[in-house]
């Protein structure tokens, strides 16, 4: 069964960084697609960043430039760098991964298309 874990929310200054990770068990993640997800109070939950196995990136306008999505299949953990950070990034963040064994080119940003999901780890910037 695959599970996801993330980790590295936090409370930072706008300007400051944080890296959030998400591992995953239950599966091998090298071959999914995955993403990154986050939803603020009242709003809808959004698309940040996805990647698929051939480490091919595709990020919503709003952090392009800012945020980096990466894995390191070794350690099956996908990661999500963010810099620059701003107060409207405050947020619950999720890992999101498709369940796939081969996920190639297919880099959605939509909710519906990612069959499991992480439990959330709250980012809050102050200004």
């Known amino acids: 069964q695959v599970q996801l874990v993330e980790s590295g929310g936090g409370s930072v200054q706008a300007g400051g960084s944080l890296r959030l990770s998400c591992a995953a068990s239950g599966y091998t993640s090298s071959g999914d697609c995955m993403g990154w997800f986050r939803q603020a109070p009242g709003k809808e939950r959004e698309g940040v960043a996805a990647?698929?196995?051939?480490?091919?990136?595709r990020y919503a306008d709003a952090v392009k430039g800012r945020f980096t999505i990466s894995k390191d299949s070794a350690k099956n953990t996908l990661f999500l760098q963010m810099n620059s950070l701003k107060p409207e990034d405050t947020a619950m963040y999720y890992c999101?991964?498709?369940?796939?064994?081969?996920?190639?080119?297919?880099?959605?940003?939509?909710?519906?298309?990612?069959?499991?999901w992480g439990q959330g780890t709250q980012v809050t910037v102050s200004s």
């Open positions: 990647i698929d196995s051939n480490g091919s990136t």
């Open positions: 999101a991964a498709r369940g796939s064994r081969l996920c190639i080119n297919y880099l959605r940003l939509e909710r519906a298309q990612y069959n499991y």
